[in-house]
């Protein structure tokens, strides 16, 4: 039965559409299952509270009838008891009564022997004068559950019959319902789409019809058809585009000047471009082989290629037409199908203006080559001049700061020297007095505690500041062999960092800025540590020089970080900072803002090289104006092994420093 027929009987009748009858199916199932969870779950609070009721019940009788029959028992009025017990087992869910008094059994009901919920109870009377309890009988008690579990039974099955009727009905109405709503649009919509034909010159619209109180307008089956419509609209367009492209290219293939080829799997020309049959003189009625043109014979390059049946590109042939020599460059595309190739699609272009433009330019350069060399001589000889200029200006820069370090350095150090002086004269004239006075006899107990104070305050100024003095020597001695040292050593950047800020004292003290150097006082790292201290000492000046005009409160950070394998020296300021525009340049050789002021612009292009040269590291720069400036420093942790380096270290001998 095909599709078409099944889909008409599906528009006929409801039972017939295959999506109402699996949208029932399912409606039915799940239906079911939850009547069937309902259902029980009702026959389970149903079952719990017939058996609450037993245990209520039978509480009753034990806690409130119990005492009467007690009574009744202790006068020995036996008829009252029996007609207690015949008027408790016509109460609900109570089926049989005894009482065992004496030898004497009393019973009310019929004893069941199957399933039963039996509970039993001294009967006890306590006496009104001496209110002593006294055990007269045992009452036992029995309910039959068989009955709880037939009515049970029966709220179940009915339950369960007028919920599967209620759902047989309500999916009756929904099939109807979806087959008027769904099924007979949805059918008209297939019918539609299998009637179209894009190469029709008209076409209608496709219209659904609509049921009052059963569909609404412009629902989802309605937008299906309006894009139905739209679709079949534009493909009607599309087909018309494409023959009309088709034309199109049929024409440009025909007035163009490159050649257009096809070829089937034996190599026969199935479809030539008009330029190409005309300039080779062949026909494609009946089919050429490429082999058999005449003009085409001696390209062996692209017949190779074509008996390869794989794709190929600039594949540069020279034919000969009219006794003219012609340059082609042939490139195709091979085609396969499930049976193999198929085929090639090719274009063919001249480029013979181009090959003889080649030649003369291959001529001229011939010609350049001596201008050239020229030219390149004298732009060696240029760099070298320049090389050799910027080396002199850096050793300058070197020297000129080493002086002002020196300078400084010496002017810290007198400070210190000259107190120390003066502290040694004070003691020397205490001293003198002292054994004069001593002497001559006349030392007081006043006197000899005035000066010996005197002695005790200076000698310990002499103390503190001969300690300072060599501290400051220390720091200048370490800072000044490292920026002179380039070998490899073991050491601490902290360390290091903190004596080269203490030799730098007197250049940061004219602003006045004090560097803060933050990290782990125990990291390790094996590198150039003069090379380091050079930079982080041109970076330290740069900003004493050019940052801090017109700030406040000047501030230079300098952080430590370790990152496994990697080290991170973080140098911040919070100067007049950098534009963005000027970043790059700012590490040109001789780019300087202090042009005439002392600036000679190559203390930042030596930290660019040291860092990338020397330490192996990267750097990176971010600034903006009134935002300080942050320069990062990433440098390996263990310096890789170089010829320069391994040079240096064995004319240093190897030292390791800490």
């Known amino acids: 039965m095909g599709k078409l027929h099944k889909f008409e009987q ?8 295959i999506v109402g009858r699996r949208i029932i199916l399912l409606m039915v199932l799940l239906s079911g299952v939850f009547t069937i969870m309902t259902t029980l779950l009702q026959l389970s609070w149903d079952y719990e509270e017939a058996f609450n009721n037993v245990d209520k019940r039978q509480y009753e009788i034990k806690n409130v009838h119990a005492d009467l029959l007690a009574s009744s028992l202790w006068v020995f009025d036996l008829v009252s008891a029996q007609n207690r017990l015949n008027g408790l087992v016509n109460l609900p ?6 009482i065992e008094f004496d030898e004497v059994v009393l019973d009310a009901g019929q004893p069941n022997t199957q399933s039963t919920v039996t509970s039993e109870t001294v009967l006890t009377y306590v006496h009104p004068d001496t209110e002593r309890r006294i055990e007269l009988g045992v009452l036992k008690i029995e309910s039959d559950t068989q009955k709880i579990y037939d009515v049970l039974l029966q709220q179940f099955l009915v339950t369960l019959l007028l919920n599967g009727v209620k759902t047989l009905i309500v999916c009756a109405l929904i099939l109807w319902v979806f087959h008027q709503s769904v099924s007979q649009r949805v059918f008209a919509i297939a019918k539609h789409l299998r009637q179209f034909d894009p190469l029709a010159p008209t076409h209608e619209p496709l219209n659904l019809k609509h049921r009052k109180f059963i569909m609404e307008k412009n629902d989802e089956l309605d937008w299906l ?44 020309l199935t479809f030539c471009s ?29 017949l190779n290629k074509m008996d390869a049946c794989e794709n190929f590109t600039m594949c540069e042939e020279q034919i000969t037409l009219d006794g003219n020599t012609y340059y082609f460059v042939f490139q195709g595309v091979a085609h396969f199908n499930h049976q193999g190739f198929v085929g ?6 001249d480029i013979t203006e181009l090959k003889q433009t080649q030649f003369e330019l291959e001529k001229l350069n011939q010609t350049l080559e001596a201008t050239v060399e020229t030219r390149t001589q004298d732009l060696e000889h240029s760099m070298a001049h320049l090389k050799a200029a910027q080396n002199q200006l850096v050793e300058s820069e070197k020297l000129a700061a080493l002086g002002r370090l020196v300078a400084g350095v010496a002017h ?24 004069t006075a001593f002497e001559q006899q006349t030392l007081t107990s006043q006197q000899y505690t005035e000066w010996m104070q ?18 400051l020597i220390r720091d200048f001695k370490q ?23 203490g030799s730098l004292h007197p250049e940061t003290k004219k602003v006045p800025v004090t560097p803060v150097v933050e990290g782990d006082a125990e990291l390790l790292m094996n590198s150039l540590p003069g090379v380091l201290t050079q930079v982080i000492s041109n970076l330290v000046m740069n900003s004493v020089r050019h940052a801090f005009e017109g700030v406040s409160n000047p501030n230079i950070h300098i952080k430590v970080i370790d990152h496994n394998n990697e080290v991170d020296i973080v140098y911040t300021d919070n100067g007049v900072g950098v534009p963005p525009d000027l970043h790059q340049r700012i590490f040109e050789p001789f780019y300087t803002s202090k042009r005439g002021k002392g600036g000679s612009g190559l203390g930042l292009n030596l930290v660019f090289n040291l860092v990338y040269q020397k330490l192996q590291g990267q750097l990176k720069f971010d600034s903006d104006v009134n935002q300080g400036v942050a320069v990062t420093l990433t440098l390996p942790k263990f310096l890789q092994a170089s010829p320069h380096l391994e040079d240096t270290e064995t004319k240093n001998g190897g030292a390791v420093n800490e």
């Not at 599906?10 to 559409?17: A, D, Q």
């Not at 330029?275 to 085409?296: H, R």
């Not at 090639?344 to 272009?349: C, L, P, S, V, Y």
Request: proline share 4%; aromatic share 6%.
């Open 225 to 268: 058809a309006d894009e139905t419509n739209k679709i079949t609209l534009r493909i009607s367009n599309l087909y018309q585009n494409i023959i009309l492209e088709q034309q199109r290219l049929a024409d440009f293939t025909n007035a163009a000047s490159d050649w257009l080829w096809e070829t089937d799997a034996t190599q026969r």
């Open 344 to 349: 090639f699609r090719g274009t063919a272009i």
């Open 274 to 302: 008009e330029a190409m049959q005309s300039a080779l003189a062949i026909s494609i009625e009946p089919p050429t082989k490429i082999k058999a043109v005449p003009a085409l014979i001696h390209c062996a390059s692209l």
């Open 454 to 471: 005197q002695i005790t305050d200076g000698t310990g100024m002499l103390e503190n500041n001969l300690n300072r003095a060599a501290r």
């Open 479 to 501: 800072t000044a062999v490292d920026q002179v040292s380039e070998s490899r050593s073991q050491f601490r950047p902290v360390q290091t960092l903190d004596a080269l800020v």
């Open 412 to 435: 810290e150090v007198n400070t210190p020297l000259g107190i120390a002086v003066t502290a040694n004269s004070v003691i020397k004239e205490a001293v003198s007095r002292l054994n």
């Open 93 to 98: 869910y109570i089926d049989y009564l005894s």
């Open 10 to 17: 599906g528009l006929s009748h409801p039972l017939f559409s």
